[in-house]
């Protein structure tokens, strides 16, 4: 399970982080980001017509246009373009706050989430 990608809000994400198949909770953090506002392409829809179809597709390419072409700076964060593995959800909550509080860049969702399955994990012990 994926808790953000680097694509997560439009490509605003500066990190990767899943529930590892291999154990643990893994971390990738971006060298670089996005220069300019990346085209947003909206909610994939449940259901649609044609047009609402048509139109959502138009908003993907336009996005991966503007991907294929622009610039990207280096963040300047002292974990760029590292990776790391926590082996349980406290740890990788830890190392969440800390990204955040250095400067990178993720949805408050990522750590709601392990926040959650902390509270669940305790109920179940």
Known sequence: ????RWSTDNFGCDLYCYE???GGYT?????NRIVGDVPKIGEFPLTWNDEEREEYEK???AQMRFLQTCERKPIGLPYDGQSFNDSDLESFLERLLHLREVGYK???RVIDAVKEELNE???EA
């Open 1 to 4: 399970m994926s808790y953000c």
């Open 20 to 22: 590892d198949v291999a």
């Open 27 to 31: 971390t990738h953090v971006a060298g």
């Open 59 to 61: 908003r993907c390419l």
């Open 106 to 108: 993720f949805p408050d």
């Open 121 to 123: 994990q305790t109920k």
